[in-house]
């Protein structure tokens, strides 16, 4: 049973939020069907609270909850753009559209199950419940690096650097308009959207998200630029260059219609991947070359 140990501080700025809604909006540890389903227990300051309590700047919380039930995947044999694997890990160039994990109505074509069917080939059998290993996310609509772990011990030494911030990702986005300034580093805090739940916004409460950009190419009335996040926010990117009045060119969520490229997709690509790999010291840099979508006339 996985148990955790947490202090509310003040950069967290979760106050006056229950227990429930500052574990699934602040800490992301769990979502709000999570919390239900997995029987999620708390104290605070040592003693036992329903988890409608509301947190306060001090607080210091005890968690428990269950085991996350494996998830039963179908391998499946879909080509993948591998840009290195070795024993331990793989990293791969996503294609735009594919869905990492699988969900409700994501069952089958996702990367996890691609990731299975390929351990399977290399005549390594997982247990029965196997774990996908994937490390980090990427939207289904994000096209890019990401990179996977074959065993549990990789897995955490992975994590361990995304966790840390040691890990660097850099993305590039066409993006509407141009910045007054040619570089700059965007930090707000950013919450689930109290209007539409599937969405993420800049809030006065919510997680700190720090984002650096620097724009490479400009032409009419769209910029090429390269995104390094310091955070790793849900939709960090897409909400930062939103906030901005830059959102990205084709994003569905945060942008608007275009009509001159009425028919683009999310222009956002995670480009370079920089990450010490297991059983290594030194960083390595995994980089792509861009996607034929972002070749457009700007």
């Known amino acids: 049973m ?19 809604r500052y574990v699934s909006e602040n800490l992301r540890l769990l979502s709000r069907s999570q919390i239900k389903a997995r029987g999620l227990s708390a104290k605070i300051n040592g003693k036992p609270v329903k988890l409608s309590r509301v947190v306060k ?33 793989v990293v791969i160039n996503k294609a735009q559209g594919m869905v990492v994990h699988p969900g409700a109505g994501n069952r089958q074509g996702t990367l996890a199950n691609a990731l299975y069917f390929r351990r399977l080939k290399k005549n390594y059998s997982p247990p029965e419940g196997f774990r996908t290993g994937i490390v980090h996310r990427l939207d289904k609509d994000t096209s890019g690096l990401i990179i996977a772990a074959y065993d549990d011990e990789a897995h955490a030494f992975l994590a361990r ?34 209007g539409n739940r599937k969405r993420f916004t800049v809030s006065n409460a919510g997680r700190t998200a720090v984002t650096f950009y620097k724009v490479i190419k400009t032409l009419q009335n769209y910029s090429l630029v390269m995104l390094r996040p310091k955070t790793g926010r849900t ?16 994003d569905p969520v945060y942008g608007y219609p275009d009509k001159n490229h009425p028919d683009l997709t999310l ?32």
């Open 267 to 298: 222009m956002l690509h995670s480009k370079t991947l920089a990450i010490v790999l297991p059983g290594e010291t030194e960083r390595r840099v995994f980089t792509t070359v861009l996607p034929e979508r972002f070749f457009i006339r700007m």
């Open 161 to 194: 650097q995304f966790k840390d911030r040691k890990a660097i990702k850099k993305y590039a986005a066409i993006i509407h308009g141009t910045p007054k300034e040619a570089q700059g580093r965007i930090e707000t805090f950013i919450a689930r959207d109290p």
């Open 235 to 250: 939709h960090q990117l897409r909400v930062h260059l939103k906030h901005i009045g830059h959102p990205i060119l084709g």
């Open 2 to 20: 996985p148990e955790l140990l947490h202090t509310v501080e003040e950069d967290a700025l979760g106050l006056n939020l229950r227990l429930d």
């Open 57 to 89: 700047r001090g607080d210091i919380i005890e968690m428990r909850w269950d085991e996350e039930a494996p998830v039963y995947l179908v391998p499946e044999d879909i080509p993948l753009d591998i840009v290195y694997e070795d024993e331990r890990c």
